[in-house]
């Protein structure tokens, strides 16, 4: 008989081992399902076992709770604290290769380590969880007097025994803090300033000064021209030049008035919707024409027109949900709960545009024209001559009608007394005439008037004013700047399910909607793009706010608090700092979706703030940095190491928007990939030395002194961040960075006459910090070598010197210039000047 005893005993028993299942798991915490659960059954299990309904196997589900805890006839995938009875369990660990889980033509394998994480969920109970990224938005409470993101991340590093480094020197923060809100280096001028600013918020002000900035919204843009697949030219084999920079500069406009996050998105998906839209919100629609054009032979218009629509729904997916919609184009997600059907319903709300797909015309309307003021002025001028010319036009036919039954008369007369034969036109004009008026057709009348009028002397004479100036008009009108926008057709267009996403193989008709996982779209309103805009932004969204602050993060750390910020699905990571994340996104709405006053709180904060220099362990533990013990440090962007060229070399032409220019670029590229089609026809003066972004991008082959950087062929929300030697052979080879090199030491030569002057100078243009000794003794030993290089070889000085378009002063000694050259570019080329 059992005792009490006996039964607390085995349950004492049950526990501790439930305990030790999840100590070997490395779960002495608890198990989370969202954290240790759902990624195993993710990459192992859904694939037969999850959303894609026609993919499934055994009509089971694992990504849903009923489907894990379901009866499925006297047995269940999972019995909560009982691994014994759990199919799920059973099959994972049968040692029959016919039963055992995932099958083996699968190719996949679960670890030993994963089979005890999930034999412990189910021992301590298989407790589960909604996804996170599908649940709602909720402000975790932060103790009055905190910074939130301090108080998250050193609660997070107390558990691990750590705890956050000490703040970064002055020097090497305004460089970071620079850097990070303008993508340029603070000059002296403002290193000094801050280095003598003792007063109490001195580092709040140049966070507010860097905000305040134009600099500011031009690097902020580069991302999200990324994300925009923005773009100058269509792709594809023809690659025609295109004009949509416009849109690029009201991005960069609308991040330096600060425009709130929620009318950022609204504009650019919906603008021309608006009750009021006026010009600039129906040139913020272009991000969604940023899209390639294809116009290569033999493609089908309607094919062509539903590739664009597929990329316009799936970079709403990437820039805004985090999710991976490519796949439901053919079939239900494999991971995440999103259905084919549910795909074309997002669809259905971009495919009411009249674009039909045809030919290659990167000016493809719905378009908005944007004309100089004296390309206005002309077509003003010409279309008010062919007003008057209309009417001069008008009053001679009025003046002449009387006369045309009189010339009837007379013309039938002539032709019966003529004994020749005429033309065939000839002879239906007076086929025409012969019959009654009452009796002529419409096309027999209008012959015989457009004869009649056509034999007039002063009509030719008008009309022909008026030919040339509608080719005038027609020829002004190639050259105006023309913005693709979108539009929608007053008929709806209808929209199918596609079959296998092919464009020739519709199903059933689908209406507009969004996925089921989330709140439908508002009642009150038409589905349409303008609807599924407010729909995104309305502050009970659980995605919108966390996919933003989280690749906003991504651009000051290197990496976002959710480390895939494509994909916040199943297959993505879940975040290192949940409730960080959760708070950041619940403030950013609430403070009305400030996007400055998101990027102060992150700077502003210790975690931002603390030094790079951590010990090894630190770095050997947590090679990423994904626990924030340290502060961030990451090679800069290619974009951002041109540019940092240009300024600190002071080559940089600050001048904001306008068309793309051409700066250097190896000949032939173009041609080469163009089968000789397109030639690169480089810039000149300023044109070289504007910020990388408005460089020309041709589409299928990216300007070539970038690195690391996205194709803008497809929506691209995190790039590469790699290292080869390839790297180093453009910012030692580069033409901008031997130029930049060659007017930096100009500079110091004018500037400073000590050579340890020069080098300091040199120094803090570049790392914004003073040389050590040491780092003065060894660069004057290159600059000592140099000199002795180039006494040798005086010629090779001299073509150095010719390195670029801007003028080198011929009064400076060239050997001398030319090996504070090449210690400048040393210096430029230093691991602490490329790395942030």
């Known amino acids: 008989m059992q005792t009490k005893t006996d039964k607390l005993h085995r349950q004492a028993l049950h526990a501790t081992a439930i305990v030790v299942l999840a100590i070997q798991a490395g779960f002495a915490g608890g198990f989370d399902f969202d954290r240790d659960i759902r990624p195993i059954l993710s990459d192992k299990c859904y694939r037969c076992h999850g959303p894609d309904a026609n993919a499934r196997q055994a009509d089971l589900r694992l990504d849903t709770k009923d489907g894990l805890f379901a009866d499925l006839g006297g047995y269940a995938a999972v019995v909560p604290g009982n691994s014994h009875e759990s199919e799920l369990i059973r099959r994972i660990t049968s040692p029959d290769e016919d039963e055992r889980m995932p099958p083996g033509e699968s190719k996949l394998r679960l670890s030993p380590a994963e089979i005890d994480t999930l034999r412990g969920w189910v021992e301590s109970g ?3 969880d909604k996804h996170w990224a599908f649940q709602p938005i909720v402000r975790p409470d932060v103790p009055d007097g905190e910074v939130a993101i301090d108080y998250f991340v050193q609660a997070r590093l107390r558990t691990e025994g750590l705890s956050l480094m000490a703040e970064a020197g002055r020097p090497r923060l305004l460089r970071r803090v620079t850097l990070d809100l303008t993508g340029l280096p603070p000059t002296l001028e403002e290193i000094d300033e801050f280095l003598t600013d003792n007063a109490p918020g001195a580092y709040e002000r140049v966070v507010d000064r860097l905000l305040a900035s134009q600099a500011y919204g031009e690097r902020m843009a580069w991302d999200w021209l990324d994300a925009a697949r923005y773009a100058d030219s269509n792709g594809f084999q023809g690659d025609r030049d295109r004009t949509m920079w416009p849109w690029r500069d009201w991005v960069v406009q609308s991040l330096n008035e ?3 996050y929620d009318q950022f998105t609204i504009c650019q998906l919906a603008g021309d919707l608006l009750h009021t839209a006026k010009r600039q919100q129906k040139i913020a629609t272009g991000f969604c024409r940023n899209h390639m054009i294809n116009g290569e032979g033999g493609r089908i218009p309607e094919e062509n027109r539903i590739e664009y629509i597929f990329d316009q729904t799936e970079t709403l997916g990437t820039v805004w949900l985090g999710l991976t919609l490519t796949c439901c184009r053919c079939h239900d997600h494999k991971y995440d709960p999103l259905t084919q059907r549910e795909y074309y319903q997002l669809f259905a709300l971009f495919n009411q545009t009249p674009v039909e797909g045809e030919g290659s015309n990167p000016q493809t309307e719905p378009t908005i024209w944007l004309p100089t003021p004296a390309e206005q002025s002309e077509i003003d001028t010409l279309q008010q001559k062919i007003e008057a010319e209309e009417k001069e036009l008008a009053a001679r036919k009025e003046e002449l009608a009387p006369q045309q039954r009189a010339w009837e008369e007379q013309t039938l007369e002539e032709a019966d007394h003529q004994q020749t034969g005429s033309d065939d036109e000839g002879k239906a004009l007076l086929e025409a005439l012969r019959a009654a008026p009452r009796e002529r057709s419409d096309e027999q009348a209008k012959q015989i008037t457009d004869h009649f009028f056509g034999v007039d002397k002063e009509i030719a004479r008008i009309q022909e004013g008026i030919d040339q100036a509608q080719k005038d008009l027609e020829e002004s009108s190639k050259l105006v700047v023309k913005v693709m926008v979108m539009q929608d057709m007053k008929e709806r267009r209808k929209t199918f399910l596609l079959a296998k996403g092919l464009y020739n193989q519709p199903r059933d008709e689908v209406t507009a909607a969004v996925p089921r996982i989330f709140p439908p779209l508002p009642r009150d309103a038409p589905a349409n793009r303008l609807a599924l805009a407010r729909w995104l932004v309305d502050p009970s969204h659980p995605l919108t706010a966390r996919v933003a602050v ?14 895939t910020a494509e994909d916040f699905g ?8 949940p409730r960080l994340l959760d708070w950041l996104a619940a403030d950013f709405v609430d403070n009305g979706w400030d996007v400055k006053a998101l990027l102060r709180r992150i700077v502003m904060s210790a975690t931002y703030r603390q030094t790079a220099k951590a010990p090894a362990q630190g770095h050997q533990s947590d090679p990423d940095n994904r626990l924030l013990a340290r502060g961030p440090r990451f090679r800069l962007p290619s974009w951002m190491l041109r540019d940092q060229a240009l300024a600190a070399s002071g080559l940089l032409v600050n001048v904001v928007g306008g068309p793309p220019v051409r700066p250097y670029q190896p000949p032939g590229v173009w041609a080469e990939a163009t089968f000789g089609k397109k030639r690169y026809e480089q810039g000149a003066g300023d044109q070289l030395y504007r910020r990388s972004l408005y460089t020309f991008w041709r589409r299928i082959i990216g300007p070539t002194m970038f690195f690391d950087v996205s194709k803008r062929q497809t929506c691209t929300v995190k790039t590469a961040r790699t290292n080869t030697p390839l790297h180093a052979l453009a910012t030692l080879n580069d033409t901008t960075y031997v130029e930049a090199a060659r007017v930096m030491a100009q500079r110091l030569m004018h500037g400073r006459d000590q050579a340890d002057d020069r080098f300091t100078m040199a120094f803090r243009l570049c790392t914004s910090r003073r040389p050590t000794a040491a780092e003065l003794d ?3 030993g290159r600059l000592n070598s140099l000199r002795d290089q180039y006494t040798a070889a005086p010629d090779e000085a001299k073509k150095l010197l010719k390195v670029g378009q801007s003028q ?11 090996a504070y050259t090449g210690v400048c570019l040393l210096i430029m080329n230093l691991d602490e000047t490329l790395s942030k």
């Open 570 to 577: 199943s297959q993505g990571e879940k975040p290192s700092y």
């Open 808 to 818: 080198h002063d011929e009064e400076l000694d060239a050997i001398e210039h030319a």
């Open 126 to 128: 298989a407790a589960w």
């Open 258 to 260: 600060n425009m709130p």
């Open 778 to 780: 060894v660069l004057a």
């Open 550 to 563: 989280n690749r906003y993060w991504q651009q000051f750390f290197g990496h976002g608090l959710v480390k």
